[in-house]
């Protein structure tokens, strides 16, 4: 056919759809009763909309849709499937960060066993402190794949106060309460593995539990009562007080060998030499549980920062400690491996934060490693990133009041503390600030790990 007016087989089609459009609104008429049709059904629901602009139509959440009392399979698939989701979203930044972490203590720990017995000459087994950590961290991650979820489900979830950087409203939602199941890892595998009658680290391990045993409630009042914030910082305080006395006063009668067989020795380094404290050593002791618990507290506010800190920490003291009681550089060893399996899923974007359980049994058990050694030198290194948050509040603080006397308007020095929230408000993103608080505490871990074996 030649090119006229004439219809094909496709233009003949296309007419056919144009008329079953236009009679669409007839039909919709029809159907709905509403005389005009789609616009006037749309005008009657923004109608109601404006007549009741509170009244808001709460859709079912996806665990409403998948947990059925018979549908367990599916309420598995669906948990799997969420924490497969959140393991996508987490940005490479943060695993580089915590891979790089991993892979400096291994190599730090595999070269420090192997040249060990020339350092403190003693007889170790093959990887005494290497076997520890790896198996502490690879029962913690898995532990984490476990616990994650069937917290998420009982939405157990961090409260986020309003005077934090806006950045954080993001994390609203996020599971706590991580501390209960690496802290135990930690402690158990130290037990096995320094034996059942090490006082030393029976004596740290009960430490450790009490500290989490405060945070706990910390955490118990925070999730219960959302609009609450858990203990008041006072009665926090005095437990942590009444528990590190307590530990002084087991420390005092507690039949605790060491090399010089005498308690209460602070080692040194030379020409100071060791020096002996006598009952102030139980006073020491006591401040050194309520600075490391409320440093370490403090210090967990950004993902994996706390964690990845710790974990240097541990493997700083336990460097340390090593020529003093083999069985604490054992233990904090194993604290250090459950710390990196943590970090697992706390590092950037977290997936669930440790809480006041984690962070405040930390503390205890830093405080302890301290307490049974002597070593409150090497830990006031090791802890430096903690100290300095600790500091930057203080400073806070006090600036803000003395201004307020001086001036009769408060200003601040930093623009939020603790200092992370400073850097943060300066516009360094989170994993730049945990990156540069791990290579901080790479060195003074490094350092009071040195300062530790030369004392001794």
Known sequence: MGGGAGYDGHSFRLLSLLMRIRAFPRLWK???GFPGGIQAR??????????QPSADVELRSNKERFETPDSSITVAAHRFATLRGRRKRRTKK????????VAFLLVFLLF???CSWRIVRMPLEPFFLTHPFTLSAALSAFAGFIFVPIVDSMRIHQVLRKEGPASHMSKRGTPTMGGLFFIPIGIIVASIKAGERSTAVSGAAVATIAFAAIGLLDDLLSCVKSHNYGLPGWAKLGLQVIAATWFSFWLDSANITTPYNMKFLVPL???MGIMYLGKFYLVLTVFCFASMTNGVNLTDGLDGLAGGCAALAFIGMSVAVLAICPDLAVFGSSMAGACVGFLFHNRYKASIFMGDTGSVALGGALAAMAALSGMFFPLFIASGT???EVLSVIVQVLFKKATEVLYGTRRRIFLMAPIH???ELCGIREPIIVAGAYVL????AIFAGYVGLFSS
């Open 30 to 32: 029809t159907a709905t």
């Open 441 to 444: 505490s790479f060195i003074l």
């Open 42 to 51: 749309t005008k009657t629901a923004d109608a109601d909309l404006i007549v």
């Open 112 to 114: 420090f066993d192997w």
């Open 386 to 388: 903690f100290l300095v």
């Open 421 to 423: 929230h400073h850097f």
């Open 94 to 101: 943060g695993i580089l960060i915590s891979m790089g972490l």
């Open 269 to 271: 380094p030379p020409p």
